[in-house]
């Protein structure tokens, strides 16, 4: 029988190496993850059948090492405090982790191939201490249930349900197929704004150097002329002046808006007031729109489809919803459900969402297929969503156009009519 060199590490984190006899690489790592180590290199050898695990030669040890069974409690307790991973981020890790288990991996061996990935935005010490909970017995939602900041109730309840129907694997493709898709949308979002952000802060640039640099040449060669000015060039010198005197207004008027707004969005009250404007919004408000009807769709069919309790599923996506209008109708829609009425009714009730997305998850009630229908759904919307994108960035970007044109225009009035007002007093001398 081919016999396989190893080097490996114990849960307590000592490093061993010895041969394994087998009749294949795979039937060697699982006999290996059986016997608690945790595999570092295994190679074909033509040694003599002998060396096993537990006569393993010791070779040291590094409980803190990349390969260990746990993250030590430093790692857990700084790690805590990073960021949330991107939508991307987190479907290149779910992709990732599929595609090991696609290999036919054990769910341990692969968190341990995942923590020599490289998988930006999630560090590496999260897969060890993913792999150092299962090994000691816990399920894989409980393990990521314990790192809040990585994984959401979302992603915790999908593993949850692939882990009781024994589809893990395709679970996790569903998972990062999702994540993908949203990532996809937020994209669309930010190259949405992009062009008016350059052209807003070009405008800003331009006429902030021309009332700072340009301005104030002019203003003395006015004041040596001693011309009466015209009342367009003497407002734009006087605000000129007052900006160079008064420009720390500029700063601490932002800073006391900014914290103002901090403090009415988060009040309930303000937030619901800020959340229902952005609906009613023109032009931008239909974008929110459709954006978040996609959003709630593909988040409960993707909950629905793979297992999830349709309370559970409800009460998930409306934690997941960034709108706090919509985060009621949802709830409520929940509180009837649970008295044994439809999805479609409640939903239909609060007034929130449109007829289109009723009737559709009326017909897949019907026909006993709604995550069907909430996909179908979803779809509808994100197809609608990019078309209403493209129309809010061809409304924008003329706008954005003409209103430089304007300011830029206004200022070079102003100093041609002074120019031609000296002209014009210098040639009746």
């Given amino acids: 029988m081919p016999q396989f060199s190893f080097k490996a ?13 087998g009749p294949d690489r795979s ?8 016997q608690g180590l945790l595999p570092i ?34 790692f857990r307790e700084w790690f805590s405090k990073k960021r949330k991973p991107k939508l991307q981020e ?5 992709q990732q982790l599929a595609n090991l ?29 993913l792999r150092g909970d299962v090994m000691e017995g816990k399920a894989l939602s409980d393990a990521m249930a314990r790192l ?8 915790i309840n999908m593993i949850r349900a692939g882990e009781q129907s024994g589809a893990l694997e395709e679970v996790l493709h569903r998972l990062a197929a999702h994540f993908e898709r949203f990532a996809e949308v937020r994209q669309k979002f930010v ?31 006015f004041t040596d002329m001693k011309v009466p000015l015209p009342a367009s060039t003497e407002a734009l010198i006087t ?54 009807f996609s959003q709630f769709a593909r988040t409960l069919a993707t909950l629905l489809k793979n297992g999830v309790p349709v309370l559970t599923a409800l009460k998930i996506t409306e934690n997941v919803m960034p709108n706090t209008i919509l985060a009621e109708a949802i709830a409520k829609t929940r509180e009837d459900v649970t008295d044994g009425k439809t999805i479609s009714q409640p939903l239909a009730r609060s007034q929130v969402f449109p007829q289109l997305m009723i009737d559709l998850i009326k017909i897949g009630e019907e026909t006993g297929d709604v995550p069907g229908s909430l996909q179908s759904v979803a779809e509808t919307y994100e197809d609608q969503l990019t078309i209403a994108l493209r129309v809010m960035t061809n409304l924008v970007e003329p706008a954005m156009i003409i209103l430089m044109a304007i300011g830029v225009g206004g200022l070079l009035f102003s100093i041609l009519s002074a120019m031609f007002q000296i002209t014009s007093s210098i040639g009746n001398r």
């Fill in 9 to 21: 590490r114990k849960r307590s984190g000592e490093l061993v190496q010895g041969v394994l006899e």
């Fill in 27 to 34: 039937a060697v790592l699982s006999q290996m993850e059986r």
């Fill in 41 to 74: 290199s295994l190679e074909a050898s033509k040694g003599k059948k002998g060396s096993t695990p537990a006569k393993a030669r010791q070779a040291g040890s590094s409980p803190t090492s990349p390969s260990g069974s746990a993250a030590p409690p430093l």
């Fill in 90 to 94: 987190l479907a290149t890790y779910t």
């Fill in 101 to 129: 288990l696609h290999s036919g991996m054990p769910l341990t061996v692969a968190l341990n191939s995942m923590s020599h990935l490289e998988s930006k935005g999630i560090p590496q010490e999260i897969s060890i201490q």
């Fill in 148 to 155: 809040p900041h990585i994984f959401t109730d979302l992603y």
């Fill in 191 to 221: 190259s949405a704004l992009i062009y008016p952000i350059i052209v807003g802060t070009v405008g800003v640039g331009i006429i902030a150097l021309f009332m700072t640099v340009i301005l104030p040449k002019f203003t003395q060669i």
């Fill in 239 to 292: 605000v000129s002046r007052l900006s160079a005197t008064y420009w720390w207004l500029a700063p601490l008027v932002g800073a006391v808006g900014a914290i103002l707004y901090q403090r009415f969005s988060s009040n309930p009250s303000g937030r619901r007031t800020l959340d229902r404007w952005k609906l009613t919004m023109p032009i931008i408000g239909k974008v929110f729109k459709l954006n978040l």
